[in-house]
């Protein structure tokens, strides 16, 4: 089964500083799909950014980029500039690449922004 | 965008009672729902898959008898929480399937049950 990890219970980062969240997956399949989900106090999800399994180059959205290995099957958050408004919980998400289309959370990182 | 909406947003209910939580793709078919369920400060733990027109696939754990879905139309999924009970106080959040941008979010449901 599908597993994702992330040992980083809280981290901390300056605001306009660079924060890096780590994530790891277990997985035997070749062909799947990785999230970043960000959850502020409000608890309503948004999604940060998305990776294909197939594409060697790492996403970027803005201040977000992803380091994307996967051999070392890691797939960590890196948030440049960071912003007050970047204070929330941080789910990495997995998803096969079969029919069943599950999203399988980490669980989670806990970011705090200090001004 | 695609929007879920996700109602009620707060919910408390005396215990021994049921309720119903709705979840609605406003701008687009949701062929398939997911319903979660999320303990304070944890993670998104999914509960069961809801395809409309047919039977929910629930995960192992989770009773059936208890968390009820429908999916009768391509708009709207249902979870009734039977027989509540405190320890069914928790967060409740749905999300569908949009084209090829991967999922999107209701706005959750904090059950109290009292």
């Known amino acids: 089964a599908q597993t994702v990890t992330q040992s980083q219970p809280e981290m901390s980062v300056q605001e306009a500083e660079t924060v890096t969240l780590s994530c790891t997956y277990d997985t035997s399949e070749s062909d799947y799909y990785l999230f970043w989900y960000k959850q502020p106090p409000s608890r309503q999800m948004i999604l940060v950014i998305r990776q294909e399994a197939y594409k060697q180059q790492n996403a970027t959205e803005n201040r977000f980029s992803v380091n994307f290995q996967k051999a070392a099957k890691s797939f960590s958050l890196k948030i440049s500039d960071s912003q007050l408004g970047d204070a929330a919980m941080y789910f990495c998400a997995y998803e096969g690449g079969g029919a069943t289309n599950k999203l399988i959370f980490g669980t989670g990182t806990l970011l705090a922004v200090q001004p | 965008g695609a929007v879920v909406s996700q109602h009620p947003s707060r919910v408390i209910c005396k215990s021994g009672t049921s309720v119903k939580i709705e979840c609605r793709s406003l701008d687009f078919q949701a062929t398939t729902m997911f319903w979660y369920r999320q303990f304070p400060k944890q993670s998104l733990m999914l509960m069961a898959t809801s395809n409309e027109g047919s039977k929910a696939t629930y995960e192992q754990g989770v009773e059936k008898d208890k968390f009820l879905i429908n999916h009768a139309s391509l708009t709207l999924s249902t979870l009734t929480v039977t027989s509540a009970h405190p320890e069914d106080s928790s967060f409740y959040i749905c999300?569908?399937?949009?084209?090829?941008?991967?999922?999107?979010f209701g706005s959750g449901t904090r059950l109290t049950v009292v």
């Open positions: 999300s569908a399937i949009w084209g090829i941008y991967g999922y999107t």
